[in-house]
């Protein structure tokens, strides 16, 4: 049965309650907290209802920063963020001047697109901080954006589909970017049963 607009709503705010409310033991000096050095900058979307699950993904493995470029008709859609505007930074700005402040600051500027450049995204060399620049649902990345970065990287794909959608490809690079990190620099998660996957030998460093 299809759920009508004003259910999906409070049905969504009721799961943000309970998000807020469940995660009462993790709050305390949360904004404290080490995060990632990973920031986000999307370029405009094409299709908004990205911003929210881009903004809950940043969250998952807590990112520096998410930078969203404005729609050209100034639509916002972050349905779906389950409370993380809550937790994530994020800000407006444009997608080309956030790129310029990035690499002024001696960020690694990496581009998530595919073109002669790109190399596949898990034997890219990634080092921090660092900015993953990505495109729009229907455009993609805009070249001239691209050759700003330093590096392309890409997801190797087997089927038909060309490519996928923006949140999902987002997921699947900064997952690997962050386990890299984790690896490296010994960055655990918050909550224990995620701790709990990364250390099976039950050494935790909590």
């Known amino acids: 049965m299809r759920i009508n607009y004003r259910e999906r709503v409070r049905r969504m705010r009721a799961l943000n309650r309970w998000a807020w409310s469940s995660s009462e033991s993790l709050r305390e000096g949360y904004h404290e907290r080490p995060r990632m050095p990973i920031e986000l900058v999307v370029c ?32 916002e859609d972050f349905s779906g963020h389950r ?36 190399v596949a995204f898990d034997t890219f060399e990634y080092t921090w901080p660092c900015t993953l620049v990505v495109g729009s649902e229907m455009m993609g990345l805009p070249g001239q954006l691209a050759d700003q970065c330093d590096g392309i990287v890409a997801i190797p794909m087997f089927g038909v589909m060309a490519s996928l959608n923006v949140a999902t490809a987002t997921g699947i690079v900064v997952q690997h970017m962050a386990r890299c990190y984790a690896d490296e620099m010994g960055f655990q998660p918050l909550r224990e049963e995620s701790a709990r996957l990364l250390n099976p030998d039950g050494k935790l460093s909590f």
């Open 83 to 118: 409370g993380a505007d809550q937790w994530q930074p994020w800000v407006w700005a444009n997608e080309f001047e956030a790129v310029s402040l990035a690499k002024t600051a001696g960020r690694q500027c990496v581009a998530l697109t595919l073109n002669e450049r790109a």
């Open 44 to 75: 405009p979307l094409g299709k908004e209802v990205n911003h929210g699950g881009i903004l809950r993904l940043a969250e998952a493995f807590m990112l520096e920063r998410v930078t969203f470029s404005k729609e050209s008709d100034g639509a």
